[in-house]
T-cell receptor, first 111, second 112 residues
Framework: SQQGEEDPQALSIQEGENATMNCSYK?????LQWYRQNSGRGLVHLILIRSNEREKHSGRLRVTLDTSKKSSSLLITASRAADTASYFC???????????FGKGTRLSVIA | EPEVTQTPSHQVTQMGQEVILRCVPISNHLYFYWYRQILGQKVEFLVS????????KSEIFDDQFSVERPDGSNFTLKIRSTKLEDSAMYFCASRAGVDEQFFGPGTRLTVL
């Protein structure tokens, strides 16, 4: 089943601005993870948030999770050109089920 | 920092040929995965492997696909008879427990 839909599909901002990407999902989850993918490259793990957590920070990243709305957001503050990439959310329903990915948000940060 | 590694980075093959994609998961991890990403599309789950057996597989993972963990470190994906539509990036991933899942850099498979 479809899980983890990000919006917007594409986002273009100026360097120094904040970027917010959203992810919605359909079923209950154990955790939600955000990944970055530079064009044609691998998936870099950014941050994991568990179903009993509401917010987590890592450097310039802030992730929120609202299980009542089945949604998460990824905020990148003070964006840099090097943040240009696709960002994916992926959800895990329970302990051993596979991660299911959304279609991703393509972020372009213009210097 | 430990990481998942994959070889080769790019594989070109003729339709109908067999390919083996190789992965070395992070050493203390217990769960292993293969995913694929067709160009411009989402990352799709293929198969998960735990305790030396397949724990789950998707409908993509048909009889043409197989996985093996031949020794304590390698984890391989074999496609027996490649089709044009198998062209994609193939990602290996591993995790220790219920938490973070780490992906390798991928193998780009091109089927001609």
């Amino acid at each position: 089943s479809q899980q983890g839909e990000e919006d917007p599909q594409a986002l273009s901002i100026q360097e120094g601005e904040n970027a917010t990407m959203n992810c919605s999902y359909k079923t209950s989850i154990n955790n939600l993870q955000w990944y970055r993918q530079n064009s044609g490259r691998g998936l870099v793990h950014l941050i994991l948030i568990r179903s009993n957590e509401r917010e987590k920070h890592s450097g310039r990243l802030r992730v929120t999770l609202d299980t009542s709305k089945k949604s998460s957001s990824l905020l990148i503050t003070a964006s840099r050109a090097a943040d240009t990439a696709s960002y994916f959310c992926a959800t895990r329903n329970s302990g051993n089920t596979p991660l299911v990915f959304g279609k991703g948000t393509r972020l372009s940060v213009i210097a | 920092e430990p990481e998942v590694t994959q070889t080769p980075s790019h594989q070109v093959t003729q339709m109908g040929q067999e390919v083996i994609l190789r992965c070395v998961p992070i050493s203390n991890h217990l769960y292993f995965y293969w995913y694929r990403q067709i160009l411009g599309q989402k990352v799709e789950f293929l198969v998960s492997f735990y305790n030396n057996e397949i724990s789950e597989k998707s409908e993509i993972f048909d009889d043409q696909f197989s996985v093996e963990r031949p020794d304590g470190s390698n984890f391989t994906l074999k496609i027996r008879s490649t089709k044009l539509e198998d062209s994609a990036m193939y990602f290996c991933a591993s995790r220790a427990g219920v938490d973070e899942q780490f992906f390798g850099p991928g193998t780009r498979l091109t089927v001609l």
